[in-house]
């Protein structure tokens, strides 16, 4: 089975703070992407990052930075100086990646909504 | 490159009828899958469709039933509709192949209210 928990549910902040994301998963595959998507209020979702379950070094992307840490199977996201346009629902999600499996399907936690105040 | 989108953008319809929904695949995709996704909840996995054929389902009734068409479009069709239906339904368009696994890339989705 697989699942995927994003335990803050809202979070704001003020302009220029940073801010940290958390995405905590569970899975018996061993090996499987993780993903971010971002979710404006027009709804459609937007990837921001893949990581590869193999991969655990840390990305790096302009003012988003990502920690994967297989033991303890968390998957978080930082905003640095964060922007009032970064406000937006964002989505952690796991993609089992074994052959014979639904050809990259998605298990979405329930997301966290950002609000950044100017 | 044309994105994933989806028609119609809103729709209101009443308890039992049928709705159709529509999604053209990003250029260059061969793979579709829809979400389900209720407010203040993240994306629930509908199906997939590759290849013109259903290609994994998630947890929801027979009522829901899709196709995919040769030029890789697909249609997402709900029939008897329920109040809990009303929800935002997001298409996602990828393309998979032997030497290729991209990310899904999602339209702007549906939104679906059932009266």
């Known amino acids: 089975a697989q699942k995927v928990t994003q335990a803050q549910t809202e979070i704001s902040v003020v302009e220029k703070e940073d801010v940290t994301l958390d995405c905590v998963y569970e899975?018996?595959?061993?090996?499987?992407?993780l993903f971010w998507y971002k979710q404006p209020p027009s709804g459609e979702l937007v990837f921001l990052i893949r990581?590869?379950?193999?991969?655990?070094q840390n990305e790096i992307s302009g003012r988003y930075s990502w920690n994967f840490q297989k033991s303890t199977s968390s998957f978080n996201f930082t905003i640095t100086a964060s922007q009032v346009v970064d406000s937006a629902v964002y989505f952690c999600?796991?993609?089992?990646?074994?052959?014979?499996?639904?050809?990259?399907?998605?298990?979405f936690g329930k997301g966290t909504q950002l609000t950044v105040w100017p | 490159e044309t994105g994933v989108t989806q028609s119609p953008t809103h729709l209101i319809k009443t308890r039992g009828q049928q709705v159709t929904l529509r999604c053209s695949s990003q250029s260059g995709h061969n793979t579709v899958s829809w979400y389900q996704q209720a407010l203040g909840q993240g994306p629930q996995f509908i199906f997939q469709?590759?290849?013109?054929?259903?290609?994994g389902r998630g947890n929801f009734p027979p009522r829901f039933s899709g196709l995919q068409f040769p030029n890789y479009s697909s249609e997402l069709n709900v029939n008897a509709l329920e109040l809990d239906d009303s929800a935002l339904y997001l298409c996602?368009?990828?393309?998979?192949?032997?030497?290729?696994?991209?990310?899904?890339?999602f339209g702007d989705g549906t939104r679906l209210s059932i009266l």
């Open positions: 990581r590869n379950s193999f991969d655990e």
């Open positions: 469709y590759y290849r013109e054929e259903e290609n």
């Open positions: 996602a368009s990828s393309l998979f192949g032997q030497d290729s696994n991209q990310p899904q890339h």
């Open positions: 999600a796991l993609s089992p990646l074994y052959r014979g499996s639904t050809l990259g399907r998605l298990y």
């Open positions: 899975t018996r595959d061993t090996t499987y992407y």
